[in-house]
């Protein structure tokens, strides 16, 4: 096992990996920025090394000070969180070069996940199903309209290196196949610095549905079940539930055995989870592979008991997953929402303000994992996730009223929060009958005269 872990993140997920890591009796190294001195992840680790300015292209993705960071300390291996550094093939491949390691997939996983298009070919080798499409990228526009026209409309066109909806353009009309091609290749060139595109059919309001994983070093890959995560708004997820409404115990079998028999064929390793569209025919198809721990993670531990945090270390210290872990049964409800530091009311404007004072909701099955404090000021460099409030309950309906108790007993003063959006949403009737899509947000009407 390892014997010292440096955090490459900061935040929550630094708390949280702080946590897996006392538990298991690793020492942890925390990184901050100048902007973060005053952040409970630099005073709950064992140590912390300052790593540069608030900016985080000076700091958080500042690869070599990461590095240096680690070889002072000691530190056996890195934990990349979510979002900076986690997904990068490049440190990935440097902290094997320097002998620490990376805990996520190797680099080569991370860039044979991260270009969209050979992903999706690697899938439906392994009899995942796939989006009707071009096979690969395209080589033109009239290639597009070519393929489109016998597909029939819509189709979407996609940046084979996008994610998070950038370089995605649907096209209704064969003359317009041109045009968005164009604009999606200027797009994703720009974002990316790679413009190849792939071409799919497009599905109308689907669910984003996706299955978590965890893989050891011997072959053992196990699904902890689905997550609902269709209420997003521009890309970004506000809530996440597990298990989703739609999802049989059939339906979930098949996903969890397509989830499985994709990761078998990589050899994937570690925590990844595989995001499934779910169309109105109950029909799933297979849309991008993420190769780290996920925001939402939680609720998935919540209903399967599982600390995926600290299997996700074993599985990287070269440690076999319990046999139990086959066939897992998903227990009760479990909810979470994101409290960011946005005004709801102003297009969730962020809102990086002093925080005055907090309180924490509490009781049975009350979980909020969050680094805010009274007295810290939100530095205006990161995003603006303040905390995750998450819920277990023994169904859906009781965990919708928890989560409403919780959110009401939520206190945070100074910054406005998505606290009282939630509330709206959660008392809405498709939110409660569980009849939406990823189009939800899109037409719900937030009132901000009811805060
Ligand atoms: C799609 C789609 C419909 N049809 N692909 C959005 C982000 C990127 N990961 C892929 N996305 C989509 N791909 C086909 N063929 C609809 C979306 C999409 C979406 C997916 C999941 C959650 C929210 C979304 C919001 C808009 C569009």
């Not at 050979?118 to 393929?147: C, F, Q, W, Y």
């Not at 909806?165 to 604009?183: I, K, L, P």
């Not at 907090?358 to 909020?368: A, E, Q």
Request: charged content about 25%; aromatic content about 8%; proline content about 4%.
């Amino acid at each position: 096992m390892f014997k010292k872990i440096l955090i490459a993140n900061r935040g929550e997920i630094a708390l949280r990996v702080i946590r897996a890591c006392r538990e298991m009796g690793i020492k942890s190294v925390a990184v901050y920025s100048e902007a973060d001195e005053l952040s409970l992840h630099t005073k709950f680790a064992d140590e912390a090394v300052c790593i540069g300015p608030g900016p985080s292209a000076q700091s958080y993705l500042n690869t070599q000070a990461i590095l240096t960071a680690a070889e002072v300390t000691n530190a056996d291996a890195i934990h990349p969180g979510y979002g900076f550094l986690a997904e990068s093939a490049d440190f990935a491949n440097m902290c094997k070069k320097h002998n620490i390691d990376f805990i996520g997939p190797d680099g080569d996983m991370i860039n044979a996940m991260g270009d969209k298009a050979s992903a999706k070919e690697t899938m439906k080798a392994a009899g995942v199903p796939v989006i009707p499409g071009s096979k690969g990228i395209l080589n033109s526009a009239d290639e597009a309209r070519i393929m489109a026209d016998e597909m029939g409309y819509p189709v979407i066109l996609k940046a084979t290196a996008g994610g998070g909806g950038r370089g995605m353009r649907v096209v209704y009309r064969s003359e317009d196949v041109a045009m968005f091609y164009g604009m999606a290749q200027a797009e994703s060139g720009t974002a990316f610095g790679n413009d190849d595109l792939y071409l799919e059919k497009y599905i109308e309001n689907p669910r984003h549905i996706e299955v978590q994983l965890i893989a050891d070093s011997f072959g053992n890959i196990y699904s902890l079940g689905e997550r609902e995560c269709s209420i997003q708004r521009r890309h970004q997820k506000l809530m996440e539930e597990s298990p989703s409404v739609v999802v049989s115990e059939e339906l979930r079998h098949k996903m969890g055995e397509a989830a499985v028999a994709g990761a078998k064929r990589v050899n994937y390793v570690g925590a990844g989870t595989i995001e499934f569209l779910l169309d109105k025919h109950g029909k799933f198809y297979f849309m991008e592979m993420n190769t780290r721990i996920q925001v939402e993670h939680t609720v998935s531990e919540e209903v399967t008991g599982v600390d995926i945090l600290k299997e996700q270390i074993r599985c990287h210290a070269g440690e076999k997953l319990p046999d139990w872990l086959e066939n897992i049964r998903l227990r009760g409800h479990s909810i979470e929402c994101r409290i960011n530091a946005e005004d709801p009311a102003k297009n969730f404007r962020p809102s990086p303000l002093f925080i005055e004072s907090v309180h924490f909701p509490g009781g049975k099955g009350i979980r909020v994992d969050s680094h805010i404090y009274g007295g810290y000021q939100i530095p205006p460099h990161y995003d603006s996730m303040l905390a995750k409030l998450v819920v277990h309950a023994s169904d859906r309906k009781e965990a919708i009223q928890r989560m409403l108790g919780a959110l009401k007993e939520f206190i945070i003063e100074g910054p406005k929060t998505t606290i009282p959006f939630h509330i709206q949403l959660l008392e809405n009737e498709k939110v409660q009958s569980g009849n939406f899509d990823t189009h939800f947000l899109e037409s719900f009407k937030y009132d901000p005269s009811r805060e």
